[in-house]
């Protein structure tokens, strides 16, 4: 490849990167999700899962958790769908204030979506051979991300600055906005400086501290009230707060942030994407349960 053919892949990998910056974790933060949920899978929403997965997945669902961001220019329809917008400076969320889109369709929001893409797969799924007027294989990884975006805090911020994207601001020496720096930023730069830039060790990290440190919170994260399959709201709710604790604060336009502002939010962002994980997991696994009861049966 020539000089200007690698330049015009670096413009097109940057200009990828800035547009699935907008839409969620990044393609690093859905990953580590999706492969925390696996560890804590039952043998039979497993067996569901990798029976839904379409075969670039490679049988591993972390591998296609970024799917909804990378055809957001395909299914224009889905954009609204990752995130959640709040009242300016108040701090919480309602699910029938806030879930609409920007045209004001209710139900078209992250937490909507969530609920949307449960039903399609619960109702498919009493018996794994029932016809469904979904694509249940769209729908699980659609599931699959949403259940991280809900857990990024800014997809729960304020509808003013559009959950930070128009807050300018310094990652240490690069230009960004909020948004972003919770999308990837500080993913990024917690795998330069703490994990030798591996996913792995990362995901090893975060999952010694599920069973170590964690391991009093882990049965409430996972808890759904009464009879529930899934229940977002509450994690929209968390979201939203952190946004206003964590991540507006000491964040204002044009302000640089560095390593103070990253050492205290990265273990804010670690346990967002440990409770990510075990909620898609114990979801999944709420799911797909009555199917291991047909075939415990
Ligand atoms: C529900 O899923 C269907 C199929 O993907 C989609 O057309 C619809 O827009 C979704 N609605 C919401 C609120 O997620
Ligand atoms: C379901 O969705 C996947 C991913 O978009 C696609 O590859 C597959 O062809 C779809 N299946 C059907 C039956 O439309
Ligand atoms: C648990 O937390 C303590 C204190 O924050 C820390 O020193 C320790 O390394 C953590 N354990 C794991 C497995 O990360
Ligand atoms: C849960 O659902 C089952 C079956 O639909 C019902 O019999 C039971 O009473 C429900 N329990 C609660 C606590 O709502
Ligand atoms: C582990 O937990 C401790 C205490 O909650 C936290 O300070 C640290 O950042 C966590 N590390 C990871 C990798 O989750
Ligand atoms: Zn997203």
Redesign the pocket.
């Known amino acids: 490849m020539g000089v200007s053919g690698l330049l015009w892949t670096v413009r097109v990998l940057v200009l990828l990167q800035l547009v699935t910056g907008i839409l969620g974790w990044g393609k690093e933060g859905h990953y580590v999700i999706c492969k925390i949920a696996e560890g804590y899978l039952t043998a039979g929403a497993l067996a569901a899962v990798k029976e839904l997965l379409p075969e670039s997945a490679q049988g591993d669902l972390a591998n296609v958790c970024s799917w909804p961001d990378e055809i957001r220019f395909h299914y224009h329809w889905s954009s609204a769908l990752h995130y959640v917008d709040t009242p300016d400076f108040r701090c919480n969320y309602e699910y029938c204030r806030d879930c609409h889109d920007s045209a004001g369709r209710k139900d078209r929001c992250v937490t909507g979506a969530i609920y949307n893409y449960t039903y399609q797969l619960s109702s498919a799924y009493p018996n794994s051979n029932s016809f469904s007027d979904y694509n249940l294989t769209e729908a699980l990884m659609f599931l699959s991300h949403f259940i991280g975006d809900v857990h990024q805090p800014l997809h729960v911020g304020f509808l003013g600055d559009l959950g930070g994207n128009t807050i300018q601001v310094r990652w240490y020496r690069r230009k960004s906005n909020l948004h972003h720096v919770w999308d990837t930023m500080i993913i990024e730069s917690a795998l330069k400086t ?1 994990y030798s830039s591996d996913l792995a060790t ?1 995901i090893q ?2 999952q ?2 599920i069973t ?3 391991s009093n919170q882990e049965p409430l994260w996972e808890h759904c009230g009464r009879n529930q399959t899934v229940c977002p709201n509450p994690y929209a709710s968390e979201s939203v707060s952190l946004a206003c604790k964590f991540a507006y604060r000491n964040a204002t336009p044009g302000s640089t942030l560095e390593d103070d502002y990253f050492l205290s939010r ?2 804010v962002v ?2 967002r ?2 409770q990510a994980g075990i909620r898609l997991a114990a979801t999944l696994n709420r799911i797909f349960a009555s199917q291991i009861e047909i075939a415990q049966a």
């Open positions: 703490f990362m990290a975060i010694n501290n170590e440190n964690w990265l273990p670690e346990k994407l440990a």
